[in-house]
T-cell receptor, first 116, second 112 residues
Framework: GAGVSQSPSNKVTEKGKDVELRCDPISGHTALYWYRQRLGQGLEFLIYFQGNSAPDKSGLPSDRFSAERTGESVSTLTIQRTQQEDSAVYLC??????????????FGPGTRLTVL | AQSVSQHNHHVILSEAASLELGCNYSYGGTVNLFWYVQYPGQHLQLLLK??????LVKGIKGFEAEFIKSKFSFNLRKPSVQWSDTAEYFC??????????FGAGTRLAVHP
């Protein structure tokens, strides 16, 4: 079946503008994650959604970052008043969270954000 | 604090050479460990994973990794690399609330 998809694949914006990134998880996957990968670094966790539970926002770097997910479908990550240090690849992953069982996260292709 | 350390940032090998990429983690809970690979121009893909049981895990494309609990390590190995193994490799441990904690990655270049 289809994998995780993300849009846009590339986004160039000016400092101070707001951006919205989209993630379509694998159908049936109840868990959705956002990560950020800065140049030359590993991935850092941003936020985690599981079904209708309150999201784990512990990785969001500032209050300029927010994310929403409606049910078990699409998620959007919004960055307000973008700064140059927000430039990174933003990756979305989804997984099939079954109670009592370990699961695997499947990643999308990412959105490369460049803030000028 | 939970963390993952990958010792080699860049590795250059010739085809048919053996590969071992180091990964050490710091996490006090039940350990789930992963190696992901990112080929040039492609997205992150799962190479192999350890959840429980046999500490020697075999993955795709001839890769394997060994979980050594006493050393907090999960090193990735392949006996004979190919040019097509050129990629960036990431070790990760599952932390609290199911999030993955990644190492900084190792860039592998295999020369024909």
């Amino acid at each position: 079946g289809a994998g995780v998809s993300q849009s846009p694949s590339n986004k160039v914006t000016e400092k101070g503008k707001d951006v919205e990134l989209r993630c379509d998880p694998i159908s049936g996957h109840t868990a959705l994650y956002w990560y950020r990968q800065r140049l030359g670094q590993g991935l850092e966790f941003l936020i985690y959604f599981q079904g209708n539970s309150a999201p784990d926002k512990s990785g969001l770097p500032s209050d300029r970052f927010s994310a929403e997910r409606t049910g078990e479908s699409v998620s959007t990550l919004t960055i307000q008043r973008t700064q140059q240090e927000d430039s990174a690849v933003y990756l979305c992953a989804s997984s099939l969270r079954l109670a009592g069982r370990a699961d695997t996260q499947y990643f999308g292709p990412g959105t490369r954000l460049t803030v000028l | 604090a939970q963390s993952v350390s990958q010792h080699n940032h860049h590795v250059i090998l010739s085809e048919a050479a053996s590969l071992e990429l180091g990964c050490n983690y710091s996490y006090g809970g039940t350990v789930n460990l992963f190696w992901y690979v990112q080929y040039p121009g492609q997205h992150l893909q799962l190479l192999l994973k350890y959840f429980s049981g046999d500490p020697l895990v075999k993955g795709i494309k001839g890769f394997e990794a060994e979980f050594i609990k006493s050393k907090f390590s999960f090193n990735l190995r392949k006996p004979s690399v190919q040019w097509s193994d050129t990629a960036e490799y990431f070790c990760a441990v599952k932390g609290g609330y199911n999030k993955l904690i990644f190492g900084a990655g190792t860039r592998l270049a295999v020369h024909p």
